[in-house]
C-alpha cells in the first residue's frame, strides 16, 4: 500500500526564515511525484512534478528536491502570501493503483510578518 | 479560461435522500477524479475515470457512484447519503492519468444531517 508521510504537520516562520517541509514516501515504483499548495477553502493549486531522484525544480522562492525515499519543499525567505497547506502526493508506476494519487495530510505553513 | 467547476458549493441534506454532485471541466482531459478531504485525514481519492465509459475505485468508494458518460462531465452520485459522508469534496481533472499534474474544482461542502 503508498504511503505518505508529511512532516511537520504545522510550521511557523518569520518572514525571511528559510526552511524546508518534508515528505516520505513508500510506493512500489513511482510513476511522479506531485507538490500542491491549498488556500483555505479553496481547491489544492499544482506546483511541481518530480519524476526522478536527483530531479530538483523551483518556483520563485520554492524548490522541490527528490530522493529515493523522500521530498524536500525548501522555501527560501518566505513572505507572508507562502502562507498555505502545502501538499505531497505520490502516483505509483504499476498495479492496481497505477492510476491512483495519494495524498498526505499536507503542512500547514505560517509566515508572520 | 481553462477550469473546473463543481455544484453546489455548499449543500445541506437529510440522511437517505439522493443527491448528485456536478464537475465539469473546459480542458479536454482524458482523466477526471473526486476526493473527499476531512481534517486529520487529509484528501482521499473516491472514484477516478481514465475515458469516457471507463472508471476505476480510488481508496474509499463505499457509498458513492460515478459515471463519465461524456469527456467534460463527471457527476459524484450519493444514492443514500449518510451523517459520515458529511465533508468537502473536490473533483479534479487531468490531461491523461499518468504524471500529469491535475487541476482542482473549488470544493463542495456537503453536510448530512
Known amino acids: 500500500e503508498d504511503q505518505v508521510t508529511q512532516s511537520p504537520e504545522a510550521l511557523r516562520l518569520q518572514e525571511g526564515e528559510s526552511s524546508s517541509l518534508n515528505c516520505s514516501y513508500t510506493v512500489s515504483g513511482l510513476r511522479g511525484l506531485f507538490w500542491y499548495r491549498q488556500d483555505p477553502g479553496k481547491g489544492p493549486e499544482f506546483l511541481f512534478t518530480?519524476?526522478?531522484a536527483g530531479e530538483e525544480k523551483e518556483k520563485e522562492r520554492l524548490k522541490a528536491t527528490l530522493t529515493k525515499k523522500e521530498s524536500f519543499l525548501h522555501i527560501t525567505a518566505p513572505k507572508p502570501e507562502d502562507s498555505a497547506t502545502y501538499l505531497c502526493a505520490v502516483q505509483a508506476i504499476s498495479g492496481a493503483g497505477s492510476y491512483q494519487l495519494t495524498f498526505g495530510k499536507g503542512t500547514k505553513l505560517s509566515v508572520i510578518p | 479560461e481553462a477550469q473546473v467547476t463543481q455544484n453546489p458549493r455548499y449543500l445541506i441534506t437529510v440522511t437517505g435522500k439522493k443527491l448528485t454532485v456536478t464537475c465539469s471541466q473546459n480542458m479536454n482531459h482524458e482523466y477526471m477524479s473526486w476526493y473527499r478531504q476531512d481534517p486529520g485525514l487529509g484528501l482521499r481519492q473516491i472514484y477516478y475515470s481514465m475515458n469516457v465509459e471507463v472508471t476505476d475505485k480510488g481508496d474509499v468508494p463505499e457509498g458513492y457512484k460515478v459515471s463519465r458518460k461524456e469527456k467534460r462531465n463527471f457527476p459524484l452520485i450519493l444514492e443514500s447519503p449518510s451523517p459520515n459522508q458529511t465533508s468537502l469534496y473536490f473533483c479534479a481533472s487531468s490531461r491523461q492519468g499518468y504524471s500529469y499534474e491535475q487541476y482542482f474544482g473549488p470544493g463542495t461542502r456537503l453536510t448530512v444531517t
Open positions: 518530480l519524476y526522478s
